[in-house]
């Protein structure tokens, strides 16, 4: 196979000292905090539905809560990113972390004090997930700051992978403390892992120099956004891979939107059925598989050739479940697929943070995520739900399938091309 570059940009991050990365101070630092804010989100993804139904009694605002989550990718993406490539990174992501505190702890306040509202609660959704965006665009940079860029698999998929489990661990114990606590009390244990996450990150005190460009040289903000636009349009390769990305989101969105219907009517699994949340566990059990898997393939492959041949496994993976109408082998495919799909997306995000300067990680980063999160999640419930209400379960769930073959040709069509055209790069 043609392999591609790793790095293509003049001045890479400064190389790590070759040792483990659980013994490196600020990333094990830094590790902790998201596991335990990925801990406190997770029983607010159970939680916040949850109160926002018990305090308006509207399926439709549940759904507008839901949505939340990615909302803001679209409204704020660019200007995040733009944002964190203008200012420090890490007091950016410890504000955040202080306002995402006191935002959430302000849902518990206003019920002791019982003037809580539905509107409130949507609010809080949506100015929470907000700063997340704000966090994360920071993150991007961040990491390879504190690793160096040849660390960065290693980084990106313990990282990933610790906040699967958290998250696997955190949904599971919501019901419990939603009946101990209340649904807004529950909320409370979430304020204080964004402050326990703030107070980990003040303790990181290394990261790698970054130049200060005069005030007089530095763009305008409207520039700084087409700055970030232009490297990823004119970046073969990376804009190839978050096309991937998204294609790779939409049948995220597609197959988790439609997992509870498709249970229903294809396998059998009904109403309070245990089985649904072990169809669920697996897809994000996959996900913590594929994090220990990716470290040990990017040894052997470079990122682009990678894809060749995760694509089109995910893609049989997909026909299997679609196709299958017995729950114990949709349940294994589940898994190997949500490895699978862990694998092509910490890979396009790693490939990413490889290739992009320093100074546009921000930028960049939070562009493709913009595509996959903000575009291609939601427009993959809803193609898959539409198809679903229309045509049947089983044919909104191959929306899923459709969107990875069709990464997997484009993937390959480039190899061929390149194949044909040595000359040229992807």
């Known amino acids: 196979m043609t392999s591609l570059p790793r790095k293509d940009v003049d001045d890479p991050a400064p190389e790590a000292p070759d040792i483990p990365l659980r013994r490196v ?20 993804t159970v939680a916040l539905p949850v109160l926002a139904f018990q305090e308006t009694g509207s399926p439709l605002m549940v759904s507008l809560v839901a949505a939340a989550a990615t909302l803001p990718y679209v409204v704020f993406g660019l200007i995040a990113g733009t944002v964190a490539d203008r200012t420090d990174r890490r007091r950016l992501m410890i504000l955040t972390d202080w306002l995402n505190a006191a935002c959430i702890a302000s849902v518990p306040a206003a019920s002791a004090l019982g003037i809580l509202t539905g509107g409130q609660v949507l609010f809080v959704a949506l100015a929470s997930a907000a700063l997340g965006l704000f966090f994360d665009a920071g993150v991007y940079g961040f ?42 009390g529950t909320l409370a244990l979430d304020a204080l892992s964004f402050a326990v996450s703030a107070l980990l990150l003040g303790a990181v005190t290394h990261t790698s120099a970054r130049p200060d460009e005069p005030a007089v040289q530095r763009p305008g903000f409207k520039e700084s956004v087409r700055e970030g636009l232009r490297f990823l ?9 978050t096309v991937v990305g998204t294609l790779q989101s939409f049948s995220g969105g597609a197959i988790i939107g439609q997992l509870v219907v498709f249970a229903d009517r294809v396998l059998g699994i009904h109403g309070s059925d245990g089985r ?22 990017r040894r052997r492959f470079e990122a682009f050739p990678l894809l060749l041949g995760v694509l089109p496994i995910g893609a049989l993976l997909g026909l299997v479940v679609v196709v299958t109408s017995d729950w114990r082998v949709t349940l294994v495919a589940l898994a190997v697929w949500g490895s699978a799909y862990l694998v092509v997306l910490v890979n396009t995000m790693t490939y990413s943070q490889e290739v992009t300067p ?26 898959a739900g539409t198809l679903t209400a229309r045509v ?15 990464a997997a040709l484009l993937v390959w069509g480039v190899q061929v091309r390149n194949r044909l055209r040595p000359g040229e790069g992807a």
């Open 276 to 297: 649904i949340g072990l169809l669920y566990m697996a897809w994000s059990a996959g996900g913590i598989g594929g994090s220990f898997l990716l470290p040990r393939l």
């Open 25 to 44: 101070p600020d990333f094990r630092r830094f590790w902790l905090s998201r596991v335990v804010s990925g801990l406190g989100s997770a029983v607010t």
């Open 143 to 184: 990491v390879p700051d504190i690793v160096g860029k040849d660390k960065l698999t290693e980084a990106n998929s313990a990282v990933y992978g610790a906040q699967t489990v958290v998250r696997i661990a955190g949904n599971a114990v919501a019901g419990g403390l939603i009946v101990l606590f209340r649904p807004a």
């Open 392 to 406: 049947g379960v089983q044919a909104g769930m191959s929306t899923a399938v459709v969107s990875i073959a069709l």
């Open 233 to 241: 349009h004119r970046h073969p390769t990376l804009r190839l891979m």
């Open 358 to 383: 320093s100074e546009l990680q921000g930028r960049v980063n939070t562009t493709r995520r913009m595509l996959s999160s903000g575009l291609g999640v939601p427009l993959g419930a809803l193609v």
